[in-house]
Nanobody
Framework: QVQLVESGGGLVQPGGSLRLSCAAS????????IGWFRQAPGKQRDLVAN???????NYADSVKGRFTISRDNAKNTVYLQMNSLNPEDTAVYYC???????????????WGQGTQVTVSS
C-alpha cells in the first residue's frame, strides 16, 4: 500500500511564501514522476509542477519564476516552494506520483488527500 501525505498548506497574505511537502510511504520500488496539481473551486485540476527521476522539472506557465519544486529521493519526499503568492494561487494542492511497487511492474498513479492554500489579505 502506497500513501502520499501532504503538509504545509495554510493562509498567507499576497506576496507571501509557503512550502508544501509530500512524503510517499509504503511498498515503493521506484518513484518515477512526482509533483503537484491544484484545483480551485469550480475549476479543473491542473498541473502546477512535477519532477521526474532524472531531475528534470516542469512548471505551469502561471507559476514559472515563483515556484520551485525539488525532491529528496532518500526520503521519498517532494517539496514545492511557493513565493510571491497571489489570490489566483488559492486552491487545494494535491500531490501526485507515478510509483512502481515492484521491479517488474510499471508505474501507477497515486494521489494525496490535498492541502488547502489560501492567499488573502
Amino acid at each position: 500500500q502506497v500513501q502520499l501525505v501532504e503538509s504545509g498548506g495554510g493562509l498567507v497574505q499576497p506576496g507571501g511564501s509557503l512550502r508544501l511537502s509530500c512524503a510517499a510511504s509504503g511498498s515503493i520500488f521506484k518513484i518515477y514522476t512526482i509533483g503537484w496539481f491544484r484545483q480551485a473551486p469550480g475549476k479543473q485540476r491542473d498541473l502546477v509542477a512535477n519532477i521526474i527521476s532524472s531531475g528534470t522539472t516542469n512548471y505551469a506557465d502561471s507559476v514559472k519564476g515563483r515556484f520551485t519544486i525539488s525532491r529528496d529521493n532518500a526520503k521519498n519526499t517532494v517539496y514545492l516552494q511557493m513565493n510571491s503568492l497571489n489570490p489566483e494561487d488559492t486552491a487545494v494542492y494535491y500531490c501526485n506520483a507515478d510509483i512502481g511497487v515492484t521491479m517488474s511492474g510499471g508505474p501507477k498513479p497515486y494521489w494525496g488527500q490535498g492541502t488547502q492554500v489560501t492567499v488573502s489579505s
